[in-house]
């Protein structure tokens, strides 16, 4: 389902570019789906604040804090269930504008009023006929408690957001939200980006937040599982927002605020270069995290790699003096990432980088320290294609033994399928190789030959336009149906930390096999097709727009694929030049009888 969305990744100075993602159901990039036209509104016609904001704010106390946290709720819940504003017939940004000057000019009595005159001006709610109603049986419930709070929002406001709650019409459209054909995931119409403010003023970086929070809010699937309280993000970040007023602070901040989301397909594009570290260079290797330290895995350049000094194996330590580990938890809060084996992933990506030029480095090889001086090269004299993969070098299939076939999907083709069974025929088992990402959507068309009968693999939660917030369990659960020729071998699924979305459900589908096993290590828990959300200053990000859970309902996000044989790296490993995670897929073909010795030649990359 993504990566990156489900198409590839390109890694340029570490950072890591979303793709295209792919539905689940049907395996159709969401690029080719067809596309949602809208008629104009006065989303279209309202310009009074094209310019920016116009709002200002000399100083931001602990009551107007309060006062704020409580108009972004109600100015999120108003959004997406008010019928003039889901109608589209209000520029709901704009609208935003209006009020913020009379809430920052008033105490919290007169900013709940102010709140209120703004929410009653959009006029009465008629009746609803018929009405919405909350299905029995949800994944997750809109989180809507705070609406009946009377001693914060004070009983004339929340009997008004209570009335307009119940009287929230069954098939509604919304202005500002769509569900992708055949998939459900939550398209964000109509959010402008603003490019032209590059430093968006006070008012747009409210906004920012104030989207940020109701898209996760009402449309994120995952939103029970971020690991803290999403109440608690909106006073952290509204000073934080507020007192961002440099470029580079504001992408800091708006990493730092997606990265809260703990969620692998989220980042900030257009952030990056605020992002430490930050440089236009970067040393040419390649590095994985190991044992708990950076480990030179391979070169982005086949010359310049190696005049480093540093070989495979080496674990860095220290970069011009600073230990890796202090680097690392200085960088953290900026990185997205659904667990610690995906942001880590990320960020051994960018580790090195920096100012062109000259940089130390402390590091050690086989438990022996060593010094070395090197050169950060420019990013584009480097290849960075296989940055986010450690499947095999070479094509896509082959034989590793008459018994062992072997395919990696970093380089799969749909149309090779009946060739790669043909060549598979007759082996004790095949390893296919999803430490990487999917060249190909082969999950139903190469899935299919590896069952007898239709074999449930997955089931989603899809959000309800007309309860935002609420998330449903689809029913019956996905299948994959048999297909012939049945390879009847021994599947061995290898997965680590390059396994995210798309990959992680492919590896769910073919798990579910009846001689399927998963060897490797957990992978990035990170799954369900992309929603991109636009921000102020031309940033974008993206979400996982629907749940992806196995038929029993069990989670990945955050959770990952668990193998069910662990098998990862070592340095010693790495330094002499094997792959024991694949080693331990052949083991698991051959048996325990076969000595050490043959497992690793016929393993050998």
Not at 397 to 422: C, M, Q, W
């Amino acid at each position: 389902m993504h990566r990156r969305g489900t198409v590839g990744v390109l890694v340029l100075l570490g950072a890591l570019t979303p793709a295209i993602g792919i539905g689940p159901i049907e395996g159709k990039p969401i690029m080719d789906a067809p596309r949602i036209e809208r008629p104009q509104t006065v989303l279209d016609t309202d310009r009074e604040f094209d310019a920016g904001s116009k709002v200002t704010i000399d100083m931001l106390t602990p009551d107007r804090t309060a006062s704020l946290v409580t108009l972004g709720k109600v100015w999120g819940f108003l959004k997406y269930h008010h019928p003039k504003v889901v109608s589209g017939a209000v520029h709901w940004d704009y609208e935003l504008f209006r009020v913020l000057p009379r809430v920052l000019a008033a105490d919290g009595a007169g900013a709940r009023k102010a709140i209120l005159e703004w929410a009653k001006a959009l006029g009465p709610v008629p009746p609803c006929d018929p009405c919405a109603s909350l299905p029995k049986g949800l994944a997750i419930r809109p989180d809507l408690e705070w609406i009946h709070d009377h001693a914060t929002l004070g009983p004339p406001l929340s009997e008004l957001l209570e009335s307009i709650y119940r009287n929230r019409p069954a098939g509604a459209a919304q202005a500002y939200i769509a569900q992708g054909e055949g998939v459900g995931n939550p398209i964000f119409l109509r959010e402008k980006p603003y490019p032209t403010q590059m430093v968006p003023d006070v008012g747009m970086r409210i906004l920012a937040l104030f989207r940020w929070w109701n898209a996760i809010q009402y449309w994120s699937p995952y939103r029970d599982v971020i690991g803290a309280d999403w109440n608690a993000v909106l006073p952290e970040f509204l000073p934080r927002l507020v007192g961002a007023t440099s470029l580079e602070r504001y992408r800091l901040e708006m990493l730092a605020l997606i990265a809260r989301l703990n969620d692998g397909h989220a980042s900030v594009y257009g952030a990056y270069p605020a992002r430490p570290p930050r440089g236009e260079c970067q040393i040419p290797v390649r590095l994985r995290f190991v044992a708990g330290k950076p480990v030179v895995v391979g070169y982005n350049h086949d010359e310049k790699g190696p005049a480093t000094g540093l070989k495979k194996g080496d674990a860095i330590l220290a970069l011009d003096g600073e230990p890796v580990g202090r680097l690392i938890d200085g960088w953290k809060a900026y990185y997205s990432g659904s667990n610690d084996a995906g942001r880590m992933g990320v960020i051994m990506s960018a580790l090195t980088q920096g100012a062109c030029g000259t940089v130390s480095v402390s590091a050690e090889r086989s438990g022996a320290p060593l010094s070395l001086t090197m050169e950060r090269r420019p990013a584009s004299e480097l290849d960075f294609r296989h940055g986010w993969t450690n499947d095999l070098p070479g094509p896509a299939f082959r034989r590793l033994s008459p018994e062992v076939a072997y395919l990696k999907l970093s380089e799969v083709k749909t149309e090779a399928i009946s060739d790669y069974l043909r060549d598979a025929e007759g082996s004790k088992g095949w390893i296919i190789d999803i430490r990487n990402y999917p060249s190909a959507f082969v999950v139903f068309a190469l899935g299919g030959h590896f069952v007898s009968e239709s074999t449930p693999f997955v089931r989603f939660t899809i959000g309800d336009v007309a309860n935002p917030g609420a998330f449903a369990w689809t029913d019956p659960p996905l299948a994959l149906t048999p297909i012939a020729p049945r390879y009847s071998g021994r599947v061995v699924v290898l997965v680590d930390e390059a396994t995210i979305s798309s990959a992680e459900y492919t590896a769910m589908a073919f798990r579910a096999g009846p001689n399927a096993i998963v060897v490797g290590s957990t992978t990035n828990g990170a799954d369900g097709n992309v929603s991109k959300v636009p921000f102020p200053g031309g940033l974008e990000t993206s979400i996982s727009g629907i749940g992806v859970f196995y038929p029993d309902r069990k989670p990945t996000q955050r959770v990952g694929i668990v193998p069910d044989v662990e098998a990862r790296p070592s340095i010693a490993g790495i330094r002499d030049g094997r792959d024991e995670v694949l080693e331990a897929a052949v083991r698991q073909i051959l048996g325990p009888g076969v000595p050490d010795e043959k497992i690793r030649e016929i393993a050998k990359p």
